[in-house]
């Protein structure tokens, strides 16, 4: 069973182009079951059936939550097992196509419902405070983080996007860079003259001072002369937060948050929204045009004296 599931995992990493947080979600999901399934004495796929997958799912959402500092009692989210129904009915999907399982006991398990959550984005105010360079000096560090912010809001990239961002995508005389985003599908993304000046600042006299002879062409270097990872950028944004004096958690989404909220505000056409941000569905784009719906009920609770 383990067996098929590599296969599946070598699909989405070669063929498919799924970012590496698909990939580990899913890993995690099916490596779960095969252990569950070991348990029940099921030793090949073609012994799984319906009944098994939903005794299965009963049994992650009832398992309680074995993580440091978890609240007693606490089980799995619905997010998490929808993500879970998720990577079963891919795997399968995979199987049967590949004609290496002869029937898609999956595809009846329904996908619950998803709460509604709104984007949390930064106001025009608290994005100014962040982009405010901090101090006098100028290093490495200061212009390195100077460009990823003023990039991030300018351009709306996802975190792992910022991180594997390479130099030949750069177009700066252009304005504008190409983004391969989820799927290996590429994107033209513009950008402004702040966000152009930081790169230029960052490029001519931060990163050449990190530059070692294993770098790699990424837009980004750490101290050691190494591309980001993920949580490493994620905590310099937060700590650049911090130093700006804002005071509730921010994370990298809300920069790109941020970058569709506004241009929606600002009357962007959500086509064009979408295309920027890479979203493959319009219902995904769409999520914003609620956050706008949120903004315009504050304002007239907040302001309408009958209101």
Same mark, same amino acid.
């Given at each position: 069973?383990?067996?098929?599931?590599? &296969?599946?995992? *070598?699909?989405?990493?070669?063929? /498919?182009?799924?970012?590496?947080?698909?990939?580990?979600?899913?890993?995690?999901?099916?490596? /779960?079951?095969?252990?569950?399934?070991?348990?029940?004495?099921?030793? &090949?796929?073609?012994? *799984?059936?319906?009944?098994? %997958?939903?005794?299965?799912?009963?049994?992650?959402?009832?398992?309680?939550?074995?993580?440091?500092?978890? =609240?007693?009692?606490?089980?799995?989210?619905?997010?998490?097992?929808? %993500?879970?129904?998720?990577?079963?009915?891919?795997?399968?999907?995979?199987?049967? @196509?590949?004609?290496?399982?002869?029937?898609?006991?999956?595809?009846?398990?329904?996908?619950? $419902?998803?709460?509604?959550?709104?984007?949390?984005?930064?106001?025009? &105010?608290?994005?100014?405070?962040?982009?405010?360079?901090?101090?006098?000096?100028?290093?490495? &560090?200061?212009?390195?983080?100077?460009?990823?912010?003023?990039?991030?809001?300018?351009?709306?990239?996802?975190?792992?996007?910022?991180?594997?961002? $390479?130099?030949?995508?750069?177009?700066? +005389?252009?304005?504008?860079?190409? *983004?391969?985003?989820?799927?290996?599908?590429?994107?033209?993304?513009?950008?402004?003259?702040?966000?152009?000046?930081?790169?230029?600042?960052? %490029? =001519?006299?931060?990163?050449?001072? !990190? *530059?070692?002879?294993?770098?790699?062409?990424?837009?980004?270097?750490?101290?050691?002369?190494?591309?980001?990872?993920?949580? =490493?950028?994620?905590?310099?944004?937060?700590?650049?937060? @911090?130093?700006?004096?804002?005071?509730?958690?921010? =994370?990298?989404?809300?920069?790109?948050?941020?970058?569709?909220?506004? !241009?929606?505000?600002?009357?962007?056409? !959500?086509?064009?929204?979408?295309?920027?941000?890479?979203?493959?569905?319009?219902?995904?784009? +769409?999520?914003?045009?609620?956050?706008?719906?949120?903004?315009?009920?504050?304002?007239?609770?907040?302001?309408?004296?009958?209101?």
């Amino acid at each position: 069973m383990q067996a098929l599931v590599e &296969d599946f995992l *070598v699909h989405l990493r070669h063929e /498919r182009g799924q970012s590496e947080a698909t990939q580990r979600t899913y890993a995690h999901a099916l490596n /779960r079951f095969v252990e569950w399934a070991s348990h029940q004495g099921l030793r &090949d796929w073609r012994q *799984v059936e319906l009944p098994h %997958l939903i005794a299965f799912l009963q049994h992650e959402h009832s398992r309680p939550l074995r993580i440091p500092h978890a =609240t007693p009692g606490r089980h799995l989210s619905s997010e998490t097992l929808y %993500l879970t129904i998720a990577a079963l009915r891919a795997f399968y999907r995979y199987a049967v @196509r590949e004609k290496l399982l002869p029937f898609n006991v999956a595809e009846h398990l329904s996908l619950p $419902r998803r709460w509604l959550r709104l984007p949390r984005a930064l106001s025009l &105010d608290e994005v100014h405070k962040l982009l405010q360079p901090t101090g006098t000096e100028e290093t490495p &560090d200061t212009l390195c983080d100077q460009a990823i912010l003023e990039l991030a809001y300018a351009s709306g990239l996802r975190l792992s996007e910022l991180c594997r961002l $390479r130099l030949e995508q750069l177009h700066l +005389e252009s304005g504008f860079l190409t *983004v391969i985003g989820k799927g290996n599908k590429e994107r033209v993304v513009p950008i402004g003259r702040p966000a152009i000046g930081a790169l230029k600042a960052w %490029l =001519t006299k931060g990163r050449p001072r !990190l *530059v070692r002879p294993h770098s790699p062409g990424t837009v980004f270097l750490t101290r050691r002369g190494t591309a980001f990872h993920p949580t =490493t950028l994620w905590r310099r944004i937060k700590k650049r937060a @911090r130093m700006a004096g804002l005071n509730r958690p921010i =994370t990298p989404h809300m920069l790109r948050h941020s970058f569709a909220t506004h !241009l929606l505000e600002h009357g962007a056409d !959500l086509r064009v929204i979408q295309e920027l941000l890479g979203h493959a569905s319009i219902q995904t784009t +769409e999520i914003y045009t609620h956050v706008g719906t949120a903004r315009l009920r504050e304002v007239h609770q907040r302001f309408h004296p009958r209101a």
